[in-house]
């Protein structure tokens, strides 16, 4: 066997035993989608960790139980996750408690201020307390709950998502992405 042909071979069992993060989101606008996509630049920084950019319609079972780390997004709905994400939830499996010790994080997005962000990233935890995830926040106090976005209203009406936000939303990826990685050299 060629000295290049092995390292191949190892490359390949390697990457297969990498932790993947799971980053999936609702999103009607696209402002949720680009907090994602946001978070998973972040997760990505941290080498040695594949991610897996999804909107929820497309996760599979599979994708939730190879996953050490599932990364959740919503819009805000009534001060709620959208309806769409709490039935994606729903349908997790249950028995048995297949997700029992995967990290969990949550990220969200409002189109005003005090609209009900800091509400959804709590009911995403909630929900993956259930099932037996260990949850986090992100890197900074001010995102002590996950990564949110307010846009539609006053100095956050534009076009694009505050910068402020996608801070935040690289910073949690950052994180759940390093701590996929401590905790898993725990599991082996």
């Known amino acids: 066997m060629t000295i290049s042909l092995f390292f191949l071979l190892l490359h390949q069992v390697h990457s297969q035993n990498q932790p993947v993060v799971l ?29 897996r950019l999804l ?15 599932i990364i959740l997004g919503s819009p805000v709905y009534n001060a709620n996750m959208a309806p769409a994400v709490q039935e994606f939830i729903n349908s997790w499996p249950f ?40 949850v986090m926040g992100g890197e900074e106090v001010e995102a002590a709950f996950g990564a949110s976005a307010i846009t539609g209203e006053g100095p ?12 935040k939303a690289f910073g949690l990826g950052k994180r759940v992405a390093e701590m996929t990685l401590k905790w898993d050299l725990i599991e082996k």
């Open 23 to 51: 980053i999936a989101y609702y999103s009607q606008s696209g402002n949720t989608q680009r907090l994602a996509e946001e978070i998973e630049k972040g997760a990505k920084s941290v080498s040695e960790v594949e991610t």
């Open 55 to 69: 909107s929820i319609e497309k996760v599979t079972e599979k994708d939730l139980l190879e996953s050490s780390a």
């Open 95 to 134: 028995e048995g408690s297949p997700l029992k010790d995967k990290i969990g994080a949550a990220f969200s997005t409002g189109g005003g201020i005090s609209i009900g962000e800091e509400g959804v990233l709590i009911d995403i935890l909630r929900s993956m307390l259930i099932h037996g995830m260990i």
């Open 156 to 167: 956050f009406a534009k076009e694009s998502i505050d910068g402020i936000f996608l801070k």
